[in-house]
């Protein structure tokens, strides 16, 4: 493998230091909740096990009844068919390795063009196969997991990735807007179900483009190297305080997914608006999280817990705490994404005046009128169900 020491990544929010360690995916919460005992609890258990099975009691809580549960699990159908295909060989399609259900391509490679043309040829072909957003980085490394997590055998196995790849084309899906402003509900689970199980069907259907044009191009969903950093290096967008992408197109409410690829295709290169500048006077989602999970000072580097990455300056949330929450109420949560001011319709051209405004020194106005006109308030699901959106705000 070969990594593009051009693209060395640097920006306001964060920094990669000489100290810096690549991360192991036995070491996210996900993967510990199987064999650490500190996250494997009670709740950690129910919160996978109400994901197959239903559960015996519905919480007596607004947005975690039956249906709600029903939607959200229905949402996650086409992804986890692809999870559960090979998971008897330890191998958990998108999300323990990379997609496999692929045809091999033929031998000879036919000619893209000059870089910019391929570049802009993978967009149109990714666009038309769904994806709402497409940038593309160097490979990198760093970024990839030093091994993946072998469930079932319970070790860390090598992360198999072809020699000779050269660029990643980073896929950003937007999640649906109402769904995630009824967080924290299992409701709004179907938003994260339904963003993966999307993604599956544009990053399968782009590598295997790229195959039959006689190229390498291996598909991957959470699996294999860590998304945020080449999201960033693609161009989609800016590191925001609650550790997430906010791009200039749905702010924070996107999942991402990658095609690493020796196709010879130009590279995008970071972008800012203004979003480092507006984090250091907002504390929205950090004052909005439950378990209080989110940074409220300056970026450092600091390893919070075996879960976070070693020798990156940035804005951390603290995984475990964030997990924590996420048994309590037996779903996955987002409110972080719910309460940032950057959560709005872009479409909307009052929006769009807001966004470059808050690039401003006006920001301080911006952030204040955010407040007053009640955005990020949660949507009752009740409400959802009853066919009300936010759609006209
Ligand atoms: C594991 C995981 C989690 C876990 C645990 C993280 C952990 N520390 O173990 C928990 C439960 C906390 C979690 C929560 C959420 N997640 Co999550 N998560 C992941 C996953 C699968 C792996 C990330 C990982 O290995 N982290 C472990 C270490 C590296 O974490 P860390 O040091 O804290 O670093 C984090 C950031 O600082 C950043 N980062 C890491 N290295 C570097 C280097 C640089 C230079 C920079 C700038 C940033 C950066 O990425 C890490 C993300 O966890 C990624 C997909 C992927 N493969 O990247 C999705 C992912 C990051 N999650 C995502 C989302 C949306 C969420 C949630 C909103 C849940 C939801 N309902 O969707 C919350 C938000 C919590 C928050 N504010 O961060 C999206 C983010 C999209 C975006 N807009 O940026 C991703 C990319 C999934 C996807 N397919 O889109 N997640
Ligand atoms: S997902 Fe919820 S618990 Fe986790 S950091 Fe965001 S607001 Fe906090
Ligand atoms: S809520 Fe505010 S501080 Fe948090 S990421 Fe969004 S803009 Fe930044």
């Given at each position: 493998m070969t990594a593009a020491r051009e693209d060395l990544p640097s920006g306001p929010s964060w920094e990669v230091l000489p100290d810096f360690e690549r991360f192991s995916q036995v070491d996210d919460v996900f993967n510990r909740s199987f064999w650490d005992p500190e996250i494997a609890t009670d709740d950690a258990r129910r919160f996978f096990r109400s994901y197959r099975e239903p559960l015996t009691e519905w919480r007596?809580?607004?947005?975690?009844?039956q249906r709600d549960y029903a939607i959200r699990n229905a949402a996650w159908q086409v992804v986890d068919i692809f999870a559960e295909m090979h998971d008897r060989d330890d191998l958990r399609d998108g999300f323990l390795s990379p997609l496999t259900q692929l045809r091999d391509g033929p031998e000879d490679r036919f000619d893209l063009g000059t870089p910019a043309e391929a570049a802009a040829t993978v967009k149109l072909v990714a666009g038309t196969f769904g994806a709402d957003l497409v940038g593309i980085c160097g490979h990198d490394?760093?970024?990839?997991?030093?091994e993946r997590y072998a469930r079932h055998a319970d070790e860390g196995r090598p992360v198999d990735l072809p020699d000779g790849l050269t660029s990643v084309i980073v896929i950003g899906q937007a999640m649906d807007h109402d769904l995630v402003d009824t967080?924290?509900?299992?409701?709004?689970?179907a938003a994260t179900g339904l963003g993966y199980s999307k993604d599956v069907l544009v990053l399968l259907a782009t590598a295997q483009w790229l195959r039959n044009l006689g190229y390498k191009a291996v598909p991957s969903l959470n699996?294999?190297?860590?998304?945020i950093p080449q999201a960033i290096q693609a161009g989609l967008g800016e590191y925001g305080r609650h550790g997430l992408v906010i791009t200039p197109e749905f702010g924070p409410r996107v999942r991402f997914g990658k095609i690493f690829t020796d196709a010879p295709v130009a590279h995008d290169s970071p972008i800012s608006f203004g979003v480092t500048e507006f984090c250091e006077s907002c504390r929205r989602c950090t004052d909005a999280c439950p378990p209080k999970?989110?940074?409220?000072?300056q970026p450092v580097s600091v390893k919070?817990?075996?879960?976070s990455i070693g020798g990156v300056r940035k804005w951390t949330t603290d995984g475990e705490k964030c997990f924590s929450y996420w048994g309590q109420i037996a779903s996955d949560c987002m409110i972080c994404i719910r309460v940032c001011?950057?959560?709005?319709?872009?479409?909307?051209r009052r929006h769009r005046i807001g966004r470059r405004l808050a690039g401003t020194r006006l920001r301080p106005v911006m952030l204040r009128l955010n407040g007053r006109l009640g955005f990020g308030k949660r949507l009752k699901p009740g409400d959802w169900w009853s066919g009300a959106t936010r759609r006209r705000t």
């Open positions: 007596n809580a607004a947005g975690f009844g490394e760093r970024w990839v997991y030093t967080v924290p509900s299992a409701l709004s689970g699996d294999s190297a860590l998304v999970a989110i940074a409220d000072g919070l817990n075996r879960s001011p950057y959560n709005k319709d872009f479409t909307k």
